[in-house]
């Protein structure tokens, strides 16, 4: 696609239906920022927010501001649920951070549209059966797909996830659906912290996986795992094995984060070496240098 025909794929879409949001409890919201910025470039029509306890230095005017109180990883993942709701005006907000944002408009599908929660599929996931309830990580739950009497459903990530306002109010809308945080399954004890092997504290978990199927009794739709899968990447797991990841609408990886955008700059949380290892991820990083990213690793 040569760069008159991408221009062009942007603009046929109609992207005023959504805001870009990003929600950061950390005084420093810099990078955050730029995350809006270039997501905001891919998709024109778009209004964006920033939710921060203080505006950065650099906020372009198109970025709105809004002040919130500080947030601990816990307080982001209710505010999520509960209250993000109340600043988004658009029919969708598309879920932006300093380590998940849009990579490229055009691959935006108006599909996207259809459904209420939108989300790439990560390591973790739960797998139901007649003899119970399993949670599965590495991608386990991959293997159980389409077997008899297996319900599977992969967590979504929210770091960069599509939601209707529908979603958005869901908990709100639908009091008796409750969330739920079973005991930690390990206690940490240098320093002291609970540690659950589902990740059962955050947003994404509940939304997708914990509390799907009665969200879905209340009518949130979520999209098939091949919708999923072009929509963003964030753990390259098997569904991604041969996916040519110049055709992700974005992406989300605690690993990856945006530090600049004059030039834009992935830094990897971790040692090249390291990166090597994991499934594909160097194929990421050469997908983000065709972008015109520059990559920092930590030092070896």
């Not at 024109?44 to 921060?52: K, Y």
């Not at 950065?56 to 993942?77: C, D």
């Not at 690993?255 to 390291?274: A, C, F, G, H």
Request: aromatic residues 12%; contains cysteine; neutral net charge.
């Amino acid at each position: 696609m040569d760069k008159k025909e991408d221009i062009a794929k942007k603009r046929k879409s109609d992207f005023s239906r959504i805001t870009l949001v990003s929600v950061t409890g950390l005084e420093d919201a810099q990078h955050a920022a730029y995350a809006l910025v270039l997501s905001q470039q891919q998709m024109p029509g778009a209004r964006a927010l920033l939710c921060s306890p203080k505006a950065p230095e650099y906020l372009p005017p198109t970025i709105e501001h809004k002040v919130i109180a500080k947030l601990g990883y816990t307080e982001y993942s209710l505010f999520m649920m509960f209250a993000l709701w109340h600043l988004i005006e658009t029919e969708f907000a598309l879920i932006i951070q300093d380590d998940g944002w849009v990579l490229d408009g055009a691959n935006w599908r108006d599909e996207y549209f259809d459904y209420d929660y939108v989300g790439a599929p990560v390591a973790h996931g739960r797998v139901d059966t007649p003899a119970g309830t399993r949670w599965m990580s590495k991608f386990d739950w991959y293997a159980h797909l389409g077997k008899p009497d297996h319900t599977v459903y992969p967590v979504l990530n929210g770091g960069f996830s599509l939601r209707s306002k529908r979603m958005l109010r869901a908990l709100i809308d639908h009091p008796e659906i409750k969330v739920h945080i079973p005991r930690p399954d390990i206690l940490h004890f240098d320093p002291f912290r609970m540690y659950w092997r589902n990740c059962a504290p955050n947003e994404d978990v509940q939304l997708t996986a914990t509390l799907r199927p009665e969200l879905e009794n209340a009518g949130i739709k979520y999209p098939p795992l091949d919708i999923c899968t072009l929509f963003a990447a964030e753990d390259t797991g098997p569904m991604y094995k041969e996916l040519d990841f110049k055709k992700l609408l974005g992406h989300h990886g605690p690993w990856r984060r945006l530090v600049s955008i004059d030039p834009p700059t992935v830094q990897y949380r971790m040692k090249r070496s390291l990166v090597k290892r994991a499934r594909r991820e160097l194929d990421m990083v050469q997908m983000f240098e065709d972008r015109g990213y520059s990559i920092v690793f930590t030092p070896e």
